[in-house]
C-alpha cells in the first residue's frame, strides 16, 4: 500500500519561509518522479514543481521560480518543497504526489497516481 504523507505547513507571514515534507512508503520511492501540486479555495489544483527520480531534473511553475526549492533525500524516501519569499496568493492546500511511471520526470503532463492527503499553507499579509 502506496501512501504519501505531507508535513511542514502552517501560518506564515509574507516573506517567510517554510518548508513542506512528504514521506513516501510502500512503493520504490527512488524510481518514481515526484511532484507538488496546490489548490486554493475555488481555484483549480496547480502544478508547483516537480523532480525527476534522480534527482537531476526539476520543473518550477512560473509562479514560484526563483522561490521555491524541490529537492529529495531517496533514502529517506522524502521529497522536499523549500518555500522562501512567501506571498499570501501561495496561500493553499499542498499536496505531493508520484509518477505513475518509473525513471521519469515530473512536469505538467506527467500522470501521478499516487496522493498525499495534503498540508495547508496560510501566508498573512
Known amino acids: 500500500q502506496v501512501q504519501l504523507v505531507e508535513s511542514g505547513g502552517g501560518l506564515v507571514q509574507a516573506g517567510g519561509s517554510l518548508r513542506l515534507s512528504c514521506a513516501a512508503s510502500g512503493r520504490t520511492f527512488s524510481r518514481h518522479a515526484m511532484g507538488w501540486f496546490r489548490q486554493a479555495p475555488g481555484k483549480e489544483r496547480e502544478f508547483v514543481a516537480g523532480?525527476?527520480?534522480?534527482?537531476?531534473?526539476?520543473y518550477y511553475a512560473d509562479s514560484v521560480k526563483g522561490r521555491f526549492t524541490i529537492s529529495r533525500d531517496n533514502a529517506k524516501n522524502t521529497v522536499y518543497l523549500q518555500m522562501n519569499s512567501l506571498k499570501p496568493e501561495d496561500t493553499a492546500v499542498y499536496y505531493c504526489?508520484?509518477?505513475?511511471?518509473?525513471?521519469?520526470?515530473?512536469?505538467?503532463?506527467?500522470?501521478?497516481?499516487?496522493w498525499g492527503q495534503g498540508t495547508q499553507v496560510t501566508v498573512s499579509s
Open positions: 504526489a508520484s509518477d505513475s511511471a518509473l525513471y521519469g520526470v515530473a512536469v505538467p503532463t506527467t500522470r501521478f497516481d499516487y
Open positions: 523532480i525527476s527520480w534522480t534527482g537531476g531534473y526539476t
